[in-house]
């Protein structure tokens, strides 16, 4: 185990729950309430270039727009943000190093285990003490103003709040795990204003506390899906739903809890990450009693949802994967998944193969990173980069790395890893 040791991992919101009275991790034993003491998480951000026709030569009353030789665009400002204990943190993204600022500070909430952009200026914090979602705009600058009507309820009673899907494409939907009550609530988002409105029926069952959620995009039409990890569940179970278009409401998909592990092994399902196309499923295993270093891959059923274990999997990471990252676009046009390894403080990188959906790791992998471990997150900036940058709580710092498009591997960015002026544990990026 690093430097993080016990006196990190029991801060852990995200780490394995403790079973039987073993282990650590900030969860108390699964016969008791959930009380942690601090955060955690992360989802995925991709930009392209912006160009467009600029305005030339304006005149009283009239524009003229180029029709040649038009300067590009500016490509919209991207940021970095990360959790911490009663703050969240904002770093602006250099599109060409990769390096980032020194932080801008938003009061945040004291635990927190989910964290969601919109694609419309928001930013969506769970806050674990009271039950709910904070909201806040986004300013140009990259600075948090808090939604009048934030927080948002998940219909608990507090404490519970757990993980939140990313929002996928359009993002008319958020939703939001309950680890105490065992359920998931679900929000119909308003893009104008940043309110969330529970959807007809929240929240839902879902099984044993559920700490994460993830999305899985309407492709041509199909429908849209929702996946839950129940990191208690004896079996490991993945909730399965499908998300009523319409209404945001969700219904059990037949099957549903998928295990990820033999009953009474209790796995701890942590992370998940949905592939490029929608087509694969990976699931970190956190463990409960003791750490796991396992991802599971499902493939999933276009039209019902239906998860299905790959032959191949599970396949072998690091120590407590409790966080994930995927790129969905490279050179080669597959995918690449990296895990954080809490007690290794180590990533571990993958190709994820778009057809098969098998994990090959990549060469040199895994890669040490810092005094500690955390939050992942990944983004395809505006230069035609790729960054991936991991939270380092004990060190106070973000560390970044080069993606290398052809292969996956890493390579640390001159000048990192930056300072966050305190612990900073989940990580999401967005574009202004």
């Not at 505006?382 to 292969?407: C, H, K, M, Q, R």
Request: charged content about 5%.
């Amino acid at each position: 185990m690093n430097k993080m040791g016990e006196s990190m991992r029991t801060k852990c919101l995200q780490a394995a729950a403790v079973r039987d009275g073993l282990g650590c991790s900030g969860f108390v034993a699964k016969s008791e309430r959930l009380t942690p003491s601090t955060k955690l998480l992360s989802i995925l951000a991709t930009v392209v270039f912006l160009w467009s026709l600029a305005a030339c030569n304006p005149m009283k009353g009239a524009q003229v727009l180029c029709s040649s030789n038009c300067p590009p665009v500016p490509p919209a400002p991207e940021f970095l943000y990360a959790t911490s204990t009663n703050s969240v943190l904002a770093f602006t993204i250099d599109q060409s190093s990769g390096a980032l600022s020194a932080p801008l500070v938003a009061a945040g909430p004291n635990q927190s285990i989910g964290m969601a952009a919109s694609m419309n200026g928001q930013l969506y914090v769970s806050d674990f003490l009271i039950d709910g979602v904070d909201g806040y705009s986004i300013s140009s600058s990259g600075a948090l103003t808090a939604i009048p009507t934030s927080p948002f309820s998940l219909g608990g009673t507090p404490p519970g709040a757990g993980g939140l899907s990313a929002f996928v494409q359009s993002g008319t939907y958020l939703y939001a795990t309950d680890l105490n009550a065992g359920t998931v609530a679900g929000f119909l988002f308003d893009a104008n204003s940043g309110m969330l409105t529970p959807v007809p029926g929240s929240p839902f069952p879902a099984g044993k506390t559920p700490v994460q959620a993830v999305q899985a995009a309407a492709q041509g039409g199909s429908p849209l899906f929702l996946y839950v990890s129940n990191l208690n569940d004896s079996a490991g179970g993945i909730s399965a739903y499908a998300i009523n278009q319409q209404n945001g409401a969700l219904s059990q998909i037949n099957g549903s809890p998928f295990p990820t592990g033999a009953p009474g092994s209790y796995p701890g399902p942590s992370a998940m990450v949905v592939s490029h196309g929608n087509n694969f499923l990976y699931v970190a295993l956190a463990g409960t009693a003791n750490a796991n270093n396992q991802i599971v891959a499902f493939s999933i059923n276009p039209t019902t949802g239906y998860l299905t274990q790959l032959p191949q999997s599970p396949f072998t990471t690091g120590n407590d994967p409790l966080h994930m990252a995927y790129v969905p676009l490279t050179a080669n046009a597959q995918g690449f998944l990296y895990t954080a390894n809490v007690q290794d403080g180590t990533i571990s990188a993958f190709t994820a193969d778009n057809t098969t959906g098998v994990l090959t790791p990549v060469d040199g992998s895994p890669y040490t990173s810092g005094t500690s471990v955390w939050g992942l997150s990944q983004i395809l900036a505006s230069s035609g980069n790729f960054f991936l940058y991991a939270a380092d709580p004990e060190a106070e710092t973000v560390a970044a790395y080069a993606i290398n498009p052809n292969t996956g591997a890493l390579t640390p960015l001159q000048g990192s890893p930056f300072g966050a002026g305190s612990p900073p544990m989940l990580l999401t990026i967005t574009t202004q």
